[in-house]
């Protein structure tokens, strides 16, 4: 039962364009998101978060956006740059469920 | 100066060996955690301690077993090693508030031939 999906395996985009990573999510237990950010050889390092209180958060060029509705986040980086070519993961979890349920993961290629 | 470290960074061993895998971090943090990458590279989670206690076992085998001695250290132990063991294992910690997501190490890819 994959409760987190990344539907797009990969994306590639311009660099300066805008790079738009998508994520839905089953259980409507979970009230927290977060999005990390991993190279290759290395393991992944936290990148934004967001409670379900919000529907936006923004931290420089990254934003998280949550349709909690929908049970959809994205979350997208403005403007790309080559040094954001990496796997992304979008994870989740619920208040005192002591863990995060992650998604398989979206390659994005950031071209110069 | 990591935060989180994990060592071997790599292992190979034949089938049926049985090997440990160690786990530290300087962060401070009340909670580690180990994570098993598959070949489909969905990470899921496998074990959660919070000052050493046991909080998480997700249905694992009873051949892996995770020791933690403080709350700076969880090792994974496995027995009986499968062809089927092989992946990439990530250790992590947090605090329980959850602001600010997980730490994690490097990985440690175990290979069973």
């Known amino acids: 039962d994959q409760q987190v999906k990344q539907n797009s395996p990969s994306l590639s985009v311009q660099e300066g364009r805008i790079s738009i990573l998508n994520c839905d999510y089953t259980n409507s237990m979970f009230d927290y998101f977060l999005w990390y950010k991993k190279y290759p050889a290395e393991g992944p390092t936290f990148l934004i978060s967001i409670s379900s209180i919000k529907d936006k958060n923004e931290d420089g060029r990254f934003t998280v956006f949550l349709n909690k509705s929908a049970k959809h986040l994205s979350l997208h980086i403005v403007p790309s740059q080559p040094g954001d070519s990496a796997v992304y993961f979008c994870?989740?979890?619920?208040?005192?469920?002591?863990?995060?349920?992650f998604g398989d993961g979206t390659t994005l290629t950031v071209k110069p | 100066d990591t935060a989180v470290s994990q060592t071997p960074k790599y292992l190979v061993t034949q089938m049926g060996n049985d090997k440990s895998i160690k786990c530290e971090q300087n962060l401070g943090h009340d909670t580690m955690y180990w994570y098993k990458q598959d070949s489909k590279k969905f990470l899921k989670i496998m074990f959660s301690y919070n000052n050493k206690e046991l909080i998480i076992n997700e249905t694992v085998p009873n051949r892996f077993s995770p020791k933690s001695p403080d709350k700076a250290h969880l090792n994974l132990h496995i027995n009986s090693l499968e062809l089927g063991d092989s992946a990439v294992y990530f250790c992590?910690?947090?605090?329980?508030?959850?602001?600010?997501?997980?730490?994690f190490g490097s990985g440690t890819r175990l290979t069973v031939v």
């Open positions: 992590a910690s947090s605090q329980p508030d959850r602001d600010g997501g997980y730490t």
């Open positions: 994870a989740a979890s619920a208040r005192g469920a002591g863990k995060s349920t």
